[in-house]
């Protein structure tokens, strides 16, 4: 390979053929898959020290080559023993295709059969057949054995794959495997980027003098070197200090390749297979999944609902209770919609694929793909649960996760619960306010109880401006992070309107009641004797007006409030202002005894009304007289 993909490889255009690509192995046991991929590669994937003692592969192996037309691929070498089956699981994740392992000498066995369902469970539908030990047979019977792969493949995702004869030992047909494992990779779409990367980790070492190191198969996203993730579900953060694909440092690590990343602030004790690497804070933990499930044809028996199964996804493995939402058993080589209760927490994202397996007796019983990896708990035999899990299925996930929010959702939120892009936020058939998002009918749920809110708090109130901010807030039960948003968007959609920390109606406007009520009489009051009322505290108490009136009316500028204890009419206000600056005018400045006795009023009004003026920057006071500013 030239130079390693840096960051300028991510530049628009088709894949560049030289994009990072991992096929795995499958297959029973001493078929010769770990002794193909020496011969392929010249690295032996069998590194424990046990399995170059029994000869035999235990756990995942790793390897890596260049095809003829330049790309370069990672390798991943799965155990074929039955008992070693959770260790080939965690090695499927991620694979672009699949090199189905059979020995010409022996043909179809157990593994064969089970690896084969997983890849299809799994719905990897690229491969090769690799038939190997040709050395050891006959034209004749290869042949046969020929036919007999041909037919297990019928029905499932490698359906039609090609067969390609091969000895390792003497190396023949091993260019002709290669030639086909390179025409389907061209065929392969080239990874998503999508921004969000998780590399779900397969192993976890120590280099002396390094440190820890995991690697895994990289999707959704690169990763770069200094970069700061975290170690989910455990909640770790560490330090990439370096990044490796195939051996070889690299800045940027591509998705779809296999990484090595020499991780600072984590022990190799504190890591395992099954946790992922990720940016901090954007990939949800969860106990709970909903999924469509598809029972294999040749499974003993059905998905029964409760039943306690095995669940393997990404490189992680997880006991699960399955939830069977319509019926009581999805029978085997039939599809259904599970909820699946999980053990503990898991890190995952929809569309996810899966396998379950009844642990005892160990068997692989189903296969699919998350829809919703934070749903609710769901009624069971319910249609509308049924249709919104298709919706997700035909690639609505962002919409339909939107739906669950009934009381709206921080778009970042959101968008880390689906791992979907900020560019797909547009798409939805949503409202947007600020940085919350709703569904159009949660929307407008949410508007019409604020609405009947409002309008109850104004027929109980006719007199008041609006109701208090907080109060709506949580009589309308809206989130506290999202009321501004929300007020912002009901003022935009002409619902309500804010005045100062009160919301009305738009509609709503101040009443005062009828011509004998106690607003009319207090302004008669107050009228009588315009510019010599009595006592504001006289004036309610005779009128038979609350507090609530006199502010009403004061905000509505039918009654002006110079002190706490004195009020005139709107017109009287007017006038005695008008008198005030007509005697200065004349007299260059104007005493309270002065304008007491023009006003017929006695001292306390006079006073209240000279002192509001001031403080009105109407008039200035200069000994004992006023004058104007
Ligand atoms: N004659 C012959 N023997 C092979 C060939 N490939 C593998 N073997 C032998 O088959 C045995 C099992 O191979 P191995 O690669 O460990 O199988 P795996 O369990 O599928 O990984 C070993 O003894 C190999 O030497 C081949 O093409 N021809
Ligand atoms: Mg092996």
Known sequence: MSSPPGRGATAPGPPSPKAGRVVGTAGHIDHGKSTLITALTGIDPDRLAEEKRRGMTIDLGFAHMKLPGGREIGVVDVPGHARFIRNMLAGVHGLDAVILVVAADEGVRPQTREHLEIIDLLEVDRGVVALTKVDLVDPDWLELVSAEVATALEGTSLAGARIVPVSSVTRAGLDDLVAALETVLVEAESRHDVGRPRLPIDRVFTISGFGTVVTGTLVDGTLESGQELEVVPKGITVRVRGLQQHNRKVETAQPGSRVAANLAGAEKDDLDRGDVLALPGTLPT????????????????????????????????????????????????????????????????????????????????????????????????????????????????????????????????????????????????????????????????????????????????????????????????????????????????????????????????????????????????????????????????????????????????????????????????????????????????????????????????????????????????????????
Do not use: C
Request: charge should be neutral; proline fraction near 5%; avoid cysteine.
């Open 286 to 629: 969860t106990r709970r999944v909903d999924a469509m499930v598809r029972v294999l044809d040749d499974a003993p028996r059905g998905l029964r609902h409760g039943a306690e199964l095995t669940l393997h996804t990404g490189t992680v493995e997880v006991g699960a209770r399955a939830i069977v939402l319509e019926g009581d058993v999805i029978e085997p080589g039939q599809s259904g919609w599970v909820q699946l209760y999980l053990e503990r927490a898991i890190a995952v994202a929809p569309r996810d694929r899966f396998i379950l397996r009844v642990p005892s007796p160990s068997l692989t019983l189903a296969g699919g793909r998350f829809a919703d990896v934070a749903p609710h708990k769901h009624p069971r035999h319910d249609a509308a649960v049924r249709e919104s899990l298709e919706q997700r299925v035909a690639g609505n996930v962002l919409q339909e996760e939107l739906r669950k929010y009934q009381r709206g959702v921080a778009i970042s939120a959101l968008l880390k619960a689906t791992l979907a892009g900020e560019d797909q936020v547009s798409t939805l058939d949503a409202r947007r306010a600020g940085d919350w998002i709703w569904a159009p009918e949660h929307w407008v749920a949410q508007s019409r109880r604020v609405e009947q809110e409002l309008s109850a708090y104004h027929s109980a109130h006719p007199l008041r401006t609006g109701m208090p901010r907080e109060e709506l807030r949580s009589r309308a039960g809206v989130p506290p992070a999202a009321f501004g948003a929300a007020l912002h968007g009901w003022v935009e959609d002409g619902l309500v309107v804010e005045h100062g920390s009160e919301v009305a109606l738009a509609s709503h406007r101040v009443a005062l009641e009828a011509a004998d009520g106690p607003a009319v009489r207090l302004i008669a009051e107050l009228a009588r004797e315009p510019l010599a009322p009595p006592s504001l505290v006289e004036a309610m108490r005779t009128s038979g007006a609350g507090d609530e009136i006199v502010r009403a009316l004061e905000k509505r500028g039918d009654v002006v409030r110079v002190s706490d204890e004195v009020a005139f009419t709107k017109d009287a206000y007017a006038g005695a202002v008008a008198l005030v600056k007509e005697m200065i005018a004349t007299g260059g400045s104007v005493t309270v005894a002065q304008l007491r006795d023009r006003m017929g009023a006695s001292r306390r009004p006079v006073l209240a009304l000279l002192e509001h003026l001031d403080a009105q920057r109407v008039t200035r006071r200069v000994g004992d007289a006023r004058v104007l500013r």
